[in-house]
């Protein structure tokens, strides 16, 4: 083969059928131009916008870009697309056929195309024959991430505060039943305060004993020291623990709140860097490249036909 190129001269070859590659030429430029217009490829038009994320979370390893992609890529969103500009009928896909909801979502992924960008932004493509549509699309997308990124996020929330909900609960319980023992202790044995109690019978005490009272005089503070005596401790230990229950009570509570507010909070998870428009110009095809491309390759062609013929003759 090698030997077989070396024994012709090309240039010859081009030189003496010139006219006949020029009129592969301008039959090719010429058939190319006719059969890359509107009549037979419908023209697409290209809506972009740039986002980076906001007020998301990431899972795992996952950066907030990275996160946000998942959310592009969603089936949700895709769902909601789907069902927003009735994308099947636009498409003219019958999804009832077989494999109809495949192509359907080839489609989708053909037409709308997100990805990241080097600045750890994402960029949105949308082609469509509608440039107003392209635009409303990409407009769309972004809004139905946002609306999903606060649904995923409120499914954390609303877990976060069933979770504190639920120890709210208990120690609500804890503290009744400490409550109910304390009261008891307040009712039947007149306990308050140890502390403070503890210091006024031993005043009473003194005070009987120097004023030499009778022994009635002393049963009533009697009474209460043998109370404090013999519940005193209950009343140390319930009391010491009510406090500390409350306190853990109230922090449960400050995060249940701030929980609450999460959970009920409008947020946006995308902030738009450069916003779509409907294009003025067709971004599909290419039609330059389509006529270089069939010009190049009849051309080309062309002459190795002729190289083979003028070989053949020889």
Excluded: C
């Excluded at 592009?72 to 789907?82: K, L």
């Excluded at 606060?150 to 976060?160: D, F, I, M, S, Y």
């Amino acid at each position: 083969m090698k030997t077989f190129f070396q024994n012709l001269d090309l240039f010859k070859v081009a030189s003496r059928r010139k006219l006949h590659l020029g009129a592969v030429f301008v039959s090719a430029w010429i058939l190319a131009t006719v059969f890359s217009s509107d009549l037979f490829i419908t023209p697409k038009y290209r809506s972009t916008a740039h986002v980076y994320p906001v007020n998301i979370i990431p899972y795992s390893m996952e950066t907030p870009t990275e996160q946000l992609l998942q959310l592009f890529s969603s089936a949700d969103v895709r769902a909601m697309m789907v069902r927003k500009f009735r994308l099947a009928d636009h498409y003219g896909i019958d999804t009832a056929e077989t494999n109809g909801r495949t192509r359907l979502y080839l489609k989708y992924e053909e037409n709308i195309v997100v990805k990241k960008t080097e600045y750890e932004s994402v960029k949105i493509d949308v082609l469509d024959e509608d440039p107003r549509i392209a635009s409303e699309m990409v407009n769309e997308l972004i809004h139905f991430v946002d609306v999903k990124a606060r649904l995923v996020q409120r499914e954390k929330t609303a877990e976060v505060v069933k979770i504190y909900s639920d120890q709210l609960s208990y120690k609500r319980r804890q503290l009744d039943s400490i409550d109910k023992v304390l009261g008891d202790l307040r009712v039947r044995y007149g306990l308050l305060d140890y502390k403070s109690q503890s210091k006024e019978v031993t005043k009473s005490f003194l005070k009987l004993a120097s004023n030499n009272s009778s022994l009635s005089q002393y049963r009533g503070v009697d009474t209460l020291y043998r109370h404090l005596q013999h519940k005193g401790g209950d009343l140390i230990a319930l009391s010491s623990q009510y406090k500390s229950l409350l306190d853990d009570y109230n922090l449960i509570k400050t995060s249940y709140d701030q929980a609450v507010i999460d959970l009920n909070k409008e947020l946006t998870y995308t902030n738009v860097i450069s916003r779509p428009y409907p294009s003025d110009s067709k971004a599909y095809p290419v039609r330059w490249v389509i006529v270089l491309i069939s010009v190049f390759s009849a051309t080309l062609l062309a002459l190795v036909v002729f190289v083979v013929a003028d070989r053949n003759k020889h």
